[in-house]
């Protein structure tokens, strides 16, 4: 069943992995954690292209080992902005051979060494949602809690948000956010522009103070301070610091079913036993809710 539809009965679990950097080891780790997550029985995975549109092949692999071997709904990444036509084109007829039905369109972030050549055919998500409208795909669509980092305001990032609910975007997955404030008002603020379609939030547990930097810069997410001076305390015992950040993401979660949250996205780091103790601290609310 296509995620759009699936949305319109009922709440959604979801998890994102990543392609791994190793070639056949990886794939069959990777493998193994999807094998692993289906005990949680997600309404979907979720599985992204791969920086600069590297592993995209894989990401193909990946996505038909969760929909065909695994049994559940895949949302494969697709990212316009290192690709040509030629390109997606094959993409496409891949997804489409391997009965892939969910694509999140996004441009991607733009590489350090960046230059014309990226973004030269598909300059925005919307240009690849629109390209791809007509090829019966359901399309997700990326939007940012804080505002997109290239955007002077929410308002403006709003507005590009719409666009992409006009080029097709059935549904909204969030960047990362620590603060679920941020996530309350994206959703307003939407509703008030008149975007209709669910804006599912992506939740990611922040295990260690290390990640603090790449997750600024990665999505531009603010993390609160008590959360930050936490971190800090509890830096050198790992066991600890995860114990924390999972019951962080655990309160996050908990708080955004009780105000009307239409699903929630998880970036498990491609690790299940992430998955593995926030489902099992939440089984009871998502037996009864979702």
Do not use: W
């Not at 390109?87 to 969910?102: A, G, H, P, T, W």
């Not at 809690?145 to 990032?157: A, F, M, Q, V």
């Not at 603060?179 to 309350?184: I, L, P, Q, V």
């Not at 009780?258 to 996205?265: R, T, V």
């Amino acid at each position: 069943m296509r995620i759009d539809e699936i949305l319109k009965k009922k709440r959604t679990l979801s998890f994102e992995v990543f392609p791994p950097k190793k070639g056949q080891e990886g794939l069959d780790k990777i493998f193994n954690t999807i094998d692993k997550l289906k005990e949680f029985e997600p309404d979907y995975i979720s599985v992204t292209y791969g920086a600069g549109g590297a592993n995209r092949n894989s990401n193909v692999e990946i996505a038909s080992y969760i929909k065909n071997k695994v049994g559940i709904e895949a949302l494969a990444h697709l990212t316009g902005g290192p690709s040509t036509t030629l390109d997606v084109d094959s993409i496409v007829k891949r997804l489409r051979e391997e009965n892939i039905e969910n694509i999140l369109a996004l441009r991607g972030d733009k590489p350090k060494d960046y230059d014309l050549e990226y973004c030269k055919t598909f300059k925005h998500a919307t240009d690849l949602m629109h390209y791809l409208k007509d090829e019966d795909f359901t399309l997700a669509g990326a939007c940012y809690p804080e505002g997109h980092s290239e955007c002077d305001t929410l308002y403006e990032d709003l507005i590009h948000m719409k666009e992409k609910e006009f080029a097709g975007a059935k549904f909204f997955i969030t960047q990362v956010f620590y603060d679920n404030a941020y996530y309350y008002r994206l959703v307003s603020e939407a509703r008030k522009m008149g975007i209709k379609s669910p804006i599912i939030p992506g939740i990611m547990p922040l295990v260690s103070p290390k990640n603090i930097p790449s997750i600024k810069n990665m999505c531009g997410a603010s993390i609160p301070l008590d959360f930050r001076n936490m971190l800090e305390v509890y830096k050198d015992d790992p066991e600890l610091l995860e114990e924390f950040g999972i019951n962080y993401a655990v309160y996050q979660i908990e708080d955004l079913i009780a105000k009307g949250a239409p699903g929630i996205h998880l970036y498990i780091m491609n690790r299940a036993s992430i998955a593995k103790k926030i489902y099992e601290r939440l089984e009871h609310v998502f037996s009864k809710l979702f």
